[in-house]
């Protein structure tokens, strides 16, 4: 048995090193995430703080995205036009804030931002609306 797998390793050791090289950049994107993002919540945990703290979530999508479904109760700030308008997300800095975006990216920038401008307890939503959807849980328009 060990030797078939030797002899298989040597006969694709390129593959062998693409799949470490792999490894380590989902390994290196995971752990830049969990640092600069802090605490992603999924869609279920970020159910629970709205019910527990009463969060300001923050859609950082382009407001026509924002107009066709969103979160409910969820302000609209654009992710560009953030640093200009963090004056409307309030003033308490330690009230808790959920951000998302489409899929998750952005809400993670966002919530970067967020902490740079002295907001203290900044959630991305993993997974973004997609997710929210993905959960059944409900948007609206309104």
């Given at each position: 048995?060990t030797?078939?797998?030797?002899?298989?390793?040597h006969?694709?050791?390129?593959?062998?090193?693409?799949?470490?090289?792999?490894?380590?950049?989902?390994?290196?994107?995971?752990?830049h995430g969990?640092?600069t993002?802090?605490?992603?919540?999924?869609?279920?945990?970020?159910?629970?703080?709205?019910?527990?703290?009463?969060?300001?979530v923050?859609d950082?999508?382009?407001?026509?995205?924002?107009k066709?479904?969103?979160?409910?109760?969820?302000?609209?700030?654009p992710?560009?036009?953030?640093?200009?308008?963090?004056?409307?997300?309030?003033?308490d800095?330690?009230?808790?804030?959920?951000?998302?975006?489409?899929?998750?990216?952005?809400?993670?920038?966002?919530?970067?931002?967020l902490?740079?401008?002295?907001?203290?307890?900044?959630?991305?939503l993993?997974?973004?609306?997609?997710?929210w959807?993905?959960?059944n849980?409900?948007?609206?328009?309104?």
């Amino acid at each position: 048995m060990t030797d078939q797998l030797l002899t298989f390793f040597h006969a694709h050791t390129a593959l062998f090193i693409a799949l470490i090289v792999a490894l380590l950049a989902l390994i290196g994107n995971e752990v830049h995430g969990a640092i600069t993002g802090g605490k992603k919540l999924g869609p279920m945990e970020a159910v629970r703080l709205i019910n527990d703290r009463d969060p300001l979530v923050v859609d950082v999508r382009a407001a026509p995205d924002f107009k066709k479904s969103h979160l409910l109760n969820a302000l609209n700030v654009p992710l560009p036009k953030l640093d200009e308008r963090h004056g409307e997300i309030g003033k308490d800095k330690s009230k808790p804030i959920i951000v998302y975006d489409a899929l998750g990216g952005a809400a993670v920038e966002a919530a970067v931002k967020l902490r740079k401008l002295g907001f203290t307890e900044v959630y991305p939503l993993r997974g973004g609306i997609n997710g929210w959807l993905g959960a059944n849980l409900p948007v609206t328009a309104k």
